[in-house]
């Protein structure tokens, strides 16, 4: 095992076992919350007009990173050393610095994260129109609604019988597998090119 591996242990370690109970059960509520958007996304898609496709795109990235767990709540080390605790005895402080240092490891993903929204979000030009055609564009975006959806679903199911170490690992492994269903395909290089960092700070995340 690897020094970082240890301090990591450590760090988990130090979590009681109703702050980890409570960032589970936030997890959870995203999970099942993004499905039903998924549901509702999908009967709708069939039904949308061309010059909208580019709109829908747009809205389901927005909504699927909306619904992933990146926020204190969904955060047992934030539970347990934020609010009254001003962070003291935080390992994740102590192992990735604390989130709210602009150097920090949440921080830099953060900041991409809200970054990729932002571009996402001011996105209006669909690239390579004239190569995609819209029933090719609504069949990848059905696949991509239905596993992220699939993804969610088992993200759920494993939650309670997940220890620290390994809640903090597949929260890590979950937020990098989902973004990965926006589809870039119909999005800006710029989206493309932000995708890429994001990627590569999450790696850092835990």
Known sequence: ????????????????????????????????????????????????????????????????????????????????????????????????????????????FIESFLELGKLILQDTTAPDEADSNAEEKKRLLSLLLGSSGALASQMQECLPSLSTLQFMQEKQIYISRMVEFIPLSLLSDDVKRLFCVLQDRLKGYW
């Open 1 to 108: 095992m690897t020094d970082r591996a240890v301090l990591l242990e450590a760090a988990a370690k130090d979590i009681d076992l109703a702050s980890l109970e409570e960032a589970k059960a936030a997890v959870a509520d995203t999970c099942q919350e993004y499905i039903r958007w998924v549901q509702m996304f999908s009967s709708r898609l069939e039904g949308v007009p061309d010059e909208k496709l580019h709109k829908f795109v747009r809205a389901f990235s927005l909504t699927m990173l909306g619904h992933l767990p990146t926020r204190p709540g969904t955060c047992p080390f934030c539970i347990q050393y934020g609010r009254d605790r001003s962070c003291t005895g935080c390992g994740y402080a102590v192992t990735h610095g604390r989130c709210d240092a602009d150097d920090s490891a949440f921080s830099l």
